[in-house]
């Protein structure tokens, strides 16, 4: 078997800038909160795995402490928290039925050529579910989407670079790791995937270009479409040698081999 495990933000999608950080600074706006984050800012809090746990940073700060209640147990920040992620991912969900966040070159293209071949696709992110779903939809349509397993948000305890997320999709999809293929954009991500054994290719995104991605099996700046963007190679360690667009017929080439094989392909 083969299969492909999809990222969400930066991968289906370049979502940080243009959603997630707005949809974030749109909350902090609804519920009184003295703090917005620049894209500076929120360049730094995407090393934090999760909206939950970015948020809950803010808490730190006694004026938005004070602001919020003065929760002062632990449940009481959660609860907090929650309340306040909830309405920033009904705000994203709204950016993107709106149309704000085109999906990233080739994504509709290799997720629909690898359904018709029969190949398993799944998306594993730490993002909550609704917004990933949202996302995915807005990427390959209602239809496909419906038919893609999506592991989100809170369904593992532990956020990437943990790779529980990538360990629960594997399990409960029944996958070969051998034979699994994982796109991500982050080094968080790809730090997660490993950890399951996965090997990965890494399209860079709008935050992330500059982050080291040394153990991906190849690093790219999309996934590239032959009458559209063209991807440009940006490390090839295993020899994958990709033109214009990222196929099929190179991922499957990735899949078979050890995660950690960074020497494979080269010559």
């Not at 190949?119 to 209602?142: F, K, N, Q």
């Not at 532990?158 to 399990?171: E, H, I, S």
């Amino acid at each position: 078997m083969t299969a492909l495990i999809f990222d969400c933000d930066g991968v289906l999608g370049d979502t940080e800038r243009d959603g997630h950080l707005p949809a974030f600074n749109a909350t902090f706006a609804q519920f009184g909160l003295p703090v917005r984050w620049s894209v500076e800012d929120y360049g730094r809090l995407l090393r934090i795995g999760g909206g939950k746990e970015r948020l809950a940073t803010v808490l730190d700060d006694p004026e938005v402490w004070r602001a919020a209640g003065s929760p002062a147990t632990a449940a009481e920040r959660a609860e907090v928290v929650a309340t306040w992620h909830k309405a920033k991912t009904k705000t994203f969900t709204e950016l993107v039925a709106a149309g704000v966040i085109p999906p990233r070159p080739g994504v509709r293209r290799v997720i629909t050529d690898a359904l018709r071949e029969g190949w398993t696709v799944a998306v594993a992110s730490t993002s909550a579910e609704p917004s990933v779903r949202a996302v995915l939809a807005g990427a390959v349509g209602d239809e496909v989407a419906a038919t893609i397993p999506v592991f989100a948000g809170d369904v593992v305890l532990r956020k990437k670079p943990d790779p529980a997320v990538y360990q629960l999709t594997v399990d409960q999809l029944a996958l070969d790791p051998a034979g699994t293929v994982v796109i991500e954009d982050s080094r968080n991500g790809l730090l997660a995937a490993l950890g399951a054994g996965l090997a990965t290719v890494v399209t860079v995104s709008g935050y992330t270009r500059d982050e080291d991605f040394t153990e991906a099996a190849l690093v790219l700046t999309s996934l590239g479409d032959p009458d559209g963007e063209r991807l440009e190679v940006l490390a090839d360690p295993w020899g994958v040698r990709p033109v214009d667009a990222l196929g099929l017929s190179e991922l499957s080439r990735l899949a078979g081999r050890p995660a950690h094989d960074t020497q494979g392909g080269q010559t």
